[in-house]
């Protein structure tokens, strides 16, 4: 009778494992479905050629799937074996690496620039490790000049240049800080940048894994990377080329497998420790004490919120992104080879809010349901999605999101159709007022449409919004309004 008792206990115990099994099982095959549905989806709303996803939990893989075409040309697919250009999101191994050598005590957050380099204007002798990865050194941007320059070349031309602000100061992206951190990589190790970071982070593998920043390099396995052009409605080949001098800001090519393998080791405190790392994600204290998020910068990692969720990571070229969620201890990792609108942050936001415990089954907006919406036309409805999106996540930036907004509606002036424009630029001015972008966007379309007053209104409102004059755009709104009012 005990026997059969206990026969009993651990036949139930089976059944309940196996239900409980195959229930997970199930869970999992259904978030599967649903990502694999919504990247389809979006693939084709956004016009991605080819795409790779990864999501890793732990040491877990979840999710991994490859979509759409390498090549265009050759009719080439996406998979394991194809190699992606990552662009900036270099940036995190390169930073990753100056941190090996902080644990290894060959170098200091603190210490200065002409500690490693010699030469330097007296400005620029202060300049500390943690300036450059955080891009708040001030330096003038080697992205203003040639790749065709030499070294030497190009340091002439930055030393005549002034600095753009006092260091420490703000953020400001900039591609010579990362050249000079693999000049110092360089000095302290004796070896190659790319040579360091291939040894120390990828097993000294060259399969998989590779430094080009030339698109036009023949490589095996590598996706092309396509600029979409709306004057001929088709994609063409990127021809850019940022020379070696590139490698360690935008010059990491690699397969999704081998992103997913650094990844596991960078978690399991394999390649730094978790001292380390958390000096490596702390923030940087900027001293101009603006509330704006692109200052709320680590040491050479972006912080990054989904409806007030945590993340780590940084994005490249618009069209690869990488996320580290701590308090899920989970990794979003995507790939893709190029757009017709950006979408890279769209679809980690939207992936979190799908697969991450703390944030599914909570009915949360996605991103994509609102471009849906402001591509049919259903501006109403994309109105209350985006009040819905905006109050979930009150302190996030929506950079794609916007970038859409004004895609689409220039689309509509750019094809005559400054009625669908105006409903896009209203929306968009309604719901991010502080938006100079929008406020410029609205008036040229009232311009058009013969509304002198709303055109006038919203010019200088964006002249108002436009303090730092991006994109050198205030001279032509200025001429903007001293025409309307001289008619």
Not at 122 to 151: A, C, F, V
Not at 208 to 229: D, K, M, Q, W
Not at 452 to 458: C, F, I, P
Request: proline share 2%; net charge negative; hydrophobic share 35%.
């Amino acid at each position: 009778m005990k026997l059969l008792n206990t026969l009993s206990i651990l036949l139930l115990l089976f059944i309940s494992f196996s239900c409980s099994n195959s229930e997970k099982k199930s869970k999992e095959y259904e978030n599967e479905v649903r990502i694999d549905e919504y990247l389809i989806s979006l693939m084709d709303l956004h016009n991605i050629p080819g795409l790779a996803l990864a999501i890793v939990e732990g040491d877990k893989i979840v999710y991994e799937n490859y979509f759409g075409n390498a090549s265009i040309e050759d009719s080439t697919l996406v998979d394991k074996n194809t190699l992606f250009r990552v662009f900036s999101t270099t940036k995190l191994i390169t930073a990753t690496g100056i941190f090996q050598l902080i644990e290894d005590g060959e170098l200091k957050v603190e210490d200065d620039l002409s500690k490693y380099l010699d030469g330097l204007p007296r400005e620029w002798q202060q300049i500390k490790i943690k300036n450059l990865l955080s891009h708040s050194s001030g330096l003038p941007d080697i992205m203003r000049y040639k790749s065709t320059l030499s070294d030497e070349e190009l340091m002439e031309k930055l030393l005549q240049e002034k600095m753009q602000f006092v260091t420490g100061y703000q953020f400001s992206y900039n591609q010579t800080n990362y050249w000079f951190l693999a000049q110092i990589i360089e000095k302290i190790t004796g070896n190659q940048f790319e040579e360091y970071i291939l040894k120390n982070q990828f097993d000294g593998s060259f399969n998989g894994v590779l430094f080009s920043s030339n698109a036009l390099e023949g490589i095996p396995n590598r996706a092309t990377r396509y600029y979409y052009s709306d004057r001929n409605k088709k994609f063409v080949k990127d021809t850019n080329n940022s020379g070696i001098r590139g490698h360690s800001g935008n010059g990491l090519n690699i397969t999704l497998s081998n992103f997913i393998k650094w990844d596991k080791q960078l978690k399991a405190d394999v390649l730094i420790g978790p001292e380390v790392k958390s000096a490596m994600w702390s923030p940087f204290a900027f001293t101009n004490n603006f509330k704006y998020q692109k200052d709320d910068f680590l040491h050479g990692w972006g912080r990054y919120y989904v409806n007030g969720l945590e993340s780590y990571g940084f994005s490249g070229g618009n069209s690869t992104a990488y996320r580290f969620f701590p308090k899920s201890n989970t990794t979003i990792m995507l790939l893709s080879n190029g757009y017709q609108t950006p979408a890279f942050d769209i679809i980690i936001n939207d992936v979190a809010r799908i697969v991450l415990p703390e944030l599914k089954g909570r009915g949360l907006t996605l991103e994509e349901d609102i471009m849906d919406l402001v591509l049919n036309d259903e501006f109403d409805r994309a109105a209350q999605l985006l009040k819905k999106l905006n109050q979930e996540n009150p302190n996030s930036r929506f950079d794609n999101l916007k970038s859409n907004f004004n895609g689409v509606g220039n689309s509509h002036v750019w094809n005559d159709n400054s009625k669908k424009a105006l409903q896009v630029f209203k929306m968009y001015a309604d719901a991010y007022p502080n938006s100079w972008i929008a406020s410029a966007g609205l008036a040229e379309t009232y311009e058009i449409e013969g509304d002198t007053l709303n055109a006038l209104k919203y010019y200088e409102k964006a002249l108002r919004l436009n303090e730092k004059n991006e994109y050198h755009y205030n001279e032509g709104m200025i001429n903007s309004i001293n025409k309307l009012k001289n008619e």
